[in-house]
Nanobody
Framework: EVQLVESGGGLVQPGGSLRLSCVASGFTFSSSGMSWVRRAPGMDMEWVSTIYIFSGNTYYADSVKGRFTISADNAKNTLYLEMNSLQPEDTAVYYC?????????????????WGQGTQVSVSS
């Protein structure tokens, strides 16, 4: 059974940092593309970042570029998102998701699997 389990969300002050984790199982993590996607209150799903585990290639949305870093530990089948300089507009539920094989990572409706999400709240 495929599972993606996010953790690490919480409440942080503006300018603060947070590290999200996603433990994956049930598929070959090492050959996958993995993404972080978020949904802010009242908004649509927004793609945040993608890493292709085998190559290490990474991609970021303009809104988070320079502030967020995506990474993975292949031995632990775990995806990470290091978030720095957090702002109130970063408040959202953050989801870990597997990119469908052979698809463009921006095509969210063709992703294979999604985690349950973890809440990130940025407020003073």
């Amino acid at each position: 059974e495929v599972q993606l389990v996010e953790s690490g969300g919480g409440l942080v002050q503006p300018g603060g940092s947070l590290r999200l984790s996603c433990v994956a199982s049930g598929f070959t993590f090492s050959s996958s593309g993995m993404s972080w996607v978020r949904r802010a209150p009242g908004m649509d799903m927004e793609w945040v970042s993608t890493i292709y585990i085998f190559s290490g290639n990474t991609y970021y949305a303009d809104s988070v570029k320079g502030r967020f870093t995506i990474s993975a530990d292949n031995a632990k089948n775990t995806l990470y998102l290091e978030m720095n300089s957090l702002q109130p507009e970063d408040t959202a539920v953050y989801y870990c998701a597997k990119v469908g094989d052979g698809i463009a990572f921006l095509n969210l409706d063709e992703y294979d699997y999604w985690g349950q999400g973890t809440q990130v709240s940025v407020s003073s």
